[in-house]
């Protein structure tokens, strides 16, 4: 997700299209699954024109992250402000472990769709969200272990989240959330005191 720094006044008529296509993927996502998402179906269940809705999200793949979107909001939000453990409040080991199993939960709520938008191009996962985690767990690992390479240790802490392995894991492998979890806090316990 990228945040705009100074964003258009959106039309009214451009805003509830923007609702109506959000809402007929939703419910297309709902009922048929990511697989059954497709541009035209979309444009055909809002009722507007094909076009409208490739300007507007430029792909399957740009759907799929305006769906994320409200989600993800509300996730940073969470833990830039909310309470403790997760937000601000809690120490350093236990934030990063609030931290680290939310973005597990919130992974999984939303799987096929991170998946979706995580693959769409070589880099696509590691756009505006990756980079807030990143940053955020780089300012906790930080605090946590003065001295230590946060940079480095942020990615080994948010590599076993990437929603294509944390589907491939869930999945094939019969690997269960609260095993990826527990792997996470045997790693943070490596690394903190």
Do not use: C, W
């Not at 350093?92 to 992974?107: S, V």
């Amino acid at each position: 997700m990228d945040v705009v720094v100074n964003p258009r006044r959106e039309r009214v008529d451009a805003a509830r299209n923007r609702l109506k296509i959000l809402a007929a993927a939703a419910d297309i996502v709902a009922a048929h699954g990511v697989e059954g998402l497709s541009m035209a179906e979309v444009a055909a269940a809002a009722g507007v024109g094909v076009g409208t809705l490739y300007r507007r999200f430029g792909d399957r793949s740009g759907l799929a992250y305006a769906l994320i979107d409200e989600r993800e909001r509300e996730f940073q939000e969470a833990f830039i402000e909310g309470p403790p453990p997760l937000g601000p409040g809690a120490d350093a080991p236990a934030r990063i472990r609030g931290f680290l199993h939310a973005l597990a939960d919130r992974t999984v709520e939303q799987l096929d769709l991170l998946v979706m938008a995580e693959t769409a191009a070589p880099f696509a996962r590691f756009g505006g969200a990756y980079e807030a985690y990143h940053a955020h767990l780089s300012m906790l690992v930080t605090q946590a272990r003065p001295g230590a390479d946060a940079y480095v240790l942020a990615d080994a802490l948010l590599a076993p989240l990437a929603a294509p392995l944390l589907a491939h894991r869930l999945r094939d492998r019969g690997v269960t959330v609260e095993r990826v979890k527990a792997g996470l806090d045997d790693l943070l316990a490596a690394f903190t005191p």
